[in-house]
């Protein structure tokens, strides 16, 4: 089977996710497998002081208006915590920690915390997920820490299922400082349900599938096909022409752009889980990280109300069918890594000569969304 017509393969998934995107919308820590390249990794390294953080991350607090921030490092004579409600300003003393900690604050201040070290450079840190009840899977990519130390910025980089925002949610999204809105689905997706574009931002579209006839996934029968034919889809991603093409568009308008980006197709799993596959890979984080965040779509898409209510109205051999082209499985991502390894070797050789991106353009990429340190003191 040639590379167009295995694309159909996932293109006729997209248009089921198409449908359940539409359904969905009415109701960070640190083994590598596909490596960035040795130099690459090397790159962004500088004189300042380095986090010291080897795990660190924050999420909504068990009460109402709190916020849970767990770190550990070793050796500090303590962590000082300070809130805020941006990216670039966190002020408010919150808390006081040891040097591998988890503290319960007030989220009165905002979302954003920064944690301070008695020794080396401070960290910022938000909540990943936003909580949209329109756009569950919508997540930061950051906060997680790469193989050589560093940290991947928060607030940057943006990932989704279809832009389907209800008006409380969009004006949530509104105030995330996104300038760049890629769209990787089909003209079909589109048509079917048209992104809701966040107030400021760009909106480009950049189809991984192409508007190729799509095949019906009615001869799948039994779950073992559907997983068989999920993992298909993903080593497409990696060798047709029409996916590398918007791929590399994506990571080199990520690279050079202004502002924070969001990208995303229907689901928020399949097309969009792959490029951040392999944007955190190109930034060093490790494979398990890279694997732990790709799964996290179960719980943000395949776990929520809308879909679980969708399944549960089929028939249960139905469903049992169904069920692998709406979660995603780690045998779909390794399908991908697998086929990097062997048509390119490395992610890195992938995004050089598969994605058509410059060695200076993985450059801007990594200046972009690691952390630079630097000492920070109040």
């Not at 941006?86 to 954003?112: E, I, L, M, N, P």
């Not at 899977?137 to 906060?143: H, K, M, S, V």
């Not at 996916?243 to 229907?266: N, P, Q, R, V």
């Not at 069920?323 to 045998?331: H, I, K």
């Amino acid at each position: 089977m040639n590379s167009v017509s295995r694309i159909t393969r996932v293109a006729s998934v997209a248009a089921a996710a198409t449908l359940l995107a539409g359904v969905t919308t009415t109701a960070a820590t640190a083994a590598s497998g596909p490596a960035a390249h040795p130099a690459a990794a090397s790159r962004g390294l500088n004189s300042f002081a380095r986090v010291p953080f080897s795990s660190a991350t924050v999420t909504a607090g068990s009460k109402s208006g709190t916020l849970t921030v767990s770190w550990a490092a070793s050796k500090l004579r303590g962590v000082t915590v300070y809130a805020g409600s941006t990216q670039s300003a966190q002020t408010h003393r919150v808390a006081t920690g040891k040097s591998s900690d988890t503290v319960t604050v007030t989220a009165a201040y905002g979302s954003w915390i920064r944690l301070v070290p008695s020794e080396g450079a401070s960290l910022v840190l938000t909540v990943r997920d936003l909580g949209l009840a329109s756009d569950p899977n919508l997540r930061d990519i950051g906060g997680y820490r790469t193989t050589d130390g560093q940290w991947v910025k928060m607030g940057v980089v943006y990932r989704s299922q279809a832009l389907s925002l209800s008006a409380n949610d969009l004006a949530t999204v509104d105030q995330l400082g996104i300038t760049a809105d890629y769209d990787l689905r089909t003209t079909a997706e589109i048509a079917a349900s048209p992104d809701v574009v966040p107030a400021g931002a760009t909106y480009t579209n950049l189809n991984v599938l192409g508007d190729t006839s799509v095949t019906s996934i009615s001869g799948v029968t039994s779950a073992a096909a559907a997983e068989a034919y999920m993992q298909e889809g993903e080593r497409d991603f990696v060798t047709n022409a029409t996916a590398t093409t918007a791929f590399g568009a994506l990571l080199t308008g990520i690279a050079d752009g202004k502002g924070a980006a969001l990208y995303h197709c229907s689901a928020g799993k399949d097309r969009t889980g792959w490029a951040t596959a392999v944007i955190l890979t190109l930034l060093g984080v490790p494979e398990s990280t890279v694997m732990q965040d790709y799964l996290l779509s179960n719980q943000y898409y395949f776990d929520s109300a809308a879909v679980q209510a969708m399944l549960s109205a089929m028939p249960a051999a139905e469903a049992a069918v169904y069920t692998p082209f709406m979660e995603v499985e780690s045998s779909y991502l390794q399908a991908g890594f697998d086929q990097v390894k062997s048509s390119y070797g490395t992610m890195y050789n992938y995004a050089v000569k598969g994605l058509g991106l410059s060695p200076q353009t993985i450059q801007r990429l990594r200046a972009k969304l690691l952390v630079s340190g630097s000492a920070d003191r109040h």
